[in-house]
């Protein structure tokens, strides 16, 4: 269980003076944009290599205090050491692992340009699995718009309505 304790030395390691966090959560589709750039197919491998390239850098702890990951890394593994992850790679070096739990962006059914995030139903589930990874750190977009006419609502529909939207 994550302790406030936890939450804020994470917090603190993150926030640490003249680092960065790396966005390293390209999904397949975008992975393969930049594969293809080196000439390079798009293989489940080939994802795992450019990652373990990147994790594996040299000094890369020096600049470097946290990593955006796509759910994909959580399950890939060293190149050095087949029985470790990538994201113990991550933490032996002082990084934190961060996963990006949403799979992404879909127009809402019957709506022009809504957009509205996907992968939030089954997250309680994921974020078990990824905590049990040692993962403690979860970042999301989320995006929902509501626009609300009032023509004439009574005082029960509109507090319904703002307990729906809080």
């Keep these: 269980m994550v302790t406030t304790t936890k939450m804020l ?25 930049r594969l293809a750039a080196a000439k390079t197919e798009n293989t489940a491998e080939n994802r795992r290599l450019y990652r373990n390239l990147l994790f594996t850098s040299e000094g890369l702890e020096n600049y470097i205090s946290g990593v955006i ?3 994909e890394t959580v399950y890939q593994h060293s190149s050095t050491n087949k029985k ?12 934190v692992p961060i996963i990006k739990v949403d799979k992404g ?29 040692g993962i403690t750190t979860i970042i ?5 718009t509501i626009i609300i006419t009032i023509v004439r609502m009574s005082c ?6 703002f307990h729906y939207c809080s």
């Design 156 to 161: 029960g529909q509109v507090e319904s309505c």
């Design 105 to 133: 962006l879909k127009d809402l059914p019957g709506c022009i340009d809504e957009p509205i995030t996907i992968g939030l139903d089954d997250l309680d589930n994921r974020c078990k699995e990824f905590y049990s990874k």
């Design 84 to 95: 470790d992850t990538l994201i113990n790679v991550l933490m032996e070096k002082g990084i």
């Design 69 to 71: 990951l796509f759910e």
């Design 140 to 144: 999301t977009t989320i995006i929902t």
């Design 9 to 33: 030395a994470t917090v603190n390691k993150i926030a640490t003076q003249g680092k960065g966090i790396l966005a390293a959560d390209e999904s397949t589709g975008t992975m393969g944009k």
